[in-house]
Structure formats: C-alpha cells, structure tokens
C-alpha cells in the first residue's frame, strides 16, 4: 500500500454539544444562546449538522427509494432505534463547510483551533470537539449483513 500525503486527504470537524445547547441547536438555531457559535460559523460559511437528524433522514430516504441501494440501512435502522445511541448521536454534529461534509485540512484545523477558543469560554456548551480525516485506514469499515 502506498502512503499518500497528508495534504491529498479531506477532512471533517464534530463537536458534541451539552444536551441543553444540542436541543437548541437543532430546534432553535437561531437562538440568541447559540450566538457565539453561530458566530464562528458565519466566519467559515459552515453549518452544524446533527448526526441523529442525518441517519434519521438516510433511513427515510432509503425506505422511500428501496433500502437495497442503501448498504448502511440495517446498521442506521438499528442506530436510531437504540435509545443509547439515539441520546448519543442528538448531541453529535457534524460542521459542513460551503455546504461540503469534507474540506481541506487548513479549513479543518483553522476551525478546530476556534472551536477550542471557544469552548474555553462557552459554559461547557461544547463538551468535545474532533477532526477526522478521510483515509481508510483511519476509519472504521461499515458493518456487513447477510442479505439474505
């Protein structure tokens, strides 16, 4: 396998809200408690995205289009059916940039470095932020099910 640079990558930043702000978040996203944030993301052109609300609307596209095109159908079914998992991913989100779920790593790191700035002085809002990059091998392969 050959090792590709760093820089040939895309990424991506999650942060995870405390449970107050996430229900704001997704509810009220023009809140005035959420004013700081919304404030750095005006700066990158980005979005916050919850995580539960993206697999909730890939399950109800698949079921709508037949969830044999879908291959993650079953493992997300299953995800947002499980309460653990559904109060789990309702504080998740995922920071779209330009609309794009991935962008170059200077974006990335430029945004996770104010994400942090701004955690240090937000009342614990944020209660963990994460970049990821899109090579294989530091991502977990989907699950495989039987399709029989």
Known sequence: MTDVPSDKWQYQVRIRLSPRYADLARKDP????????NTL???YQASLNCQFDAFADYVAQAEREGTEHYPLYR?????????????????????YVHDDEVY????ADALETDLH????????AITDIRKF?????HNPQP??????
């Open 30 to 37: 023009s809140n005035a408690e959420l004013s700081s944030i």
């Open 41 to 43: 993301l005006v700066k």
């Open 75 to 95: 493992w997300t079914r299953e995800t947002i059916e499980d309460p653990v998992k559904k109060a789990k991913y309702l504080e998740a989100f995922t920071l």
């Open 104 to 107: 170059d790593k200077a974006i």
């Open 117 to 124: 700035g701004l955690a240090r002085h937000w009342n614990g």
């Open 133 to 137: 990059d899109t090579n294989p091998a």
């Open 143 to 148: 699950p495989s099910y039987d399709k029989r």
